[in-house]
């Protein structure tokens, strides 16, 4: 069993700042990416950016610049920071891990989202 906790949704205003959290845990060999998701009401759920084990990254065009992924010491957490926030970033946001619960066992893994608003 692998479950993912997120946490640090909330109200911002315009132009405001959050940070998101996101923690794997259970039965884990090996996690090769972790990342988020949102998803707008009436829209496709989109990829927000994702951290590699090599550390590499990746950022949707709309994010780039004002949000920033990082993962924490232990490498089973990821956070997201959100800055320079717009109404249009509205959404749930969904933690995402792609990861190995043996050497050869590959499994993908969702948390359960939280919720982020931007709103004056």
């Known amino acids: 069993q692998v479950q993912l906790v997120e946490s640090g949704g909330g109200l911002v205003q315009p132009g405001g700042s959050l940070r998101l959290s996101c923690t794997a845990s259970?039965?884990?060999?090996?996690?090769?990416?972790m990342g988020w998701y949102r998803q707008a009401p009436g829209k496709e759920r989109e990829l927000v950016a994702r951290i590699f084990s090599s550390s590499s990254t990746n950022y949707a065009d709309s994010v780039k610049g004002r949000f920033t992924i990082s993962r924490g010491n232990a490498k089973n957490t990821v956070y997201l920071q959100m800055n320079s926030l717009k109404p249009e970033d509205t959404a749930v946001y969904y933690c995402?891990?792609?990861?190995?619960?043996?050497?050869?066992?590959?499994?993908?893994?969702w948390g359960q989202g939280t919720q982020v608003t931007v709103s004056s």
């Open positions: 995402n891990a792609d990861l190995r619960t043996t050497v050869i066992t590959r499994f993908n893994a």
């Open positions: 259970g039965s884990i060999f090996k996690i090769d990416a």
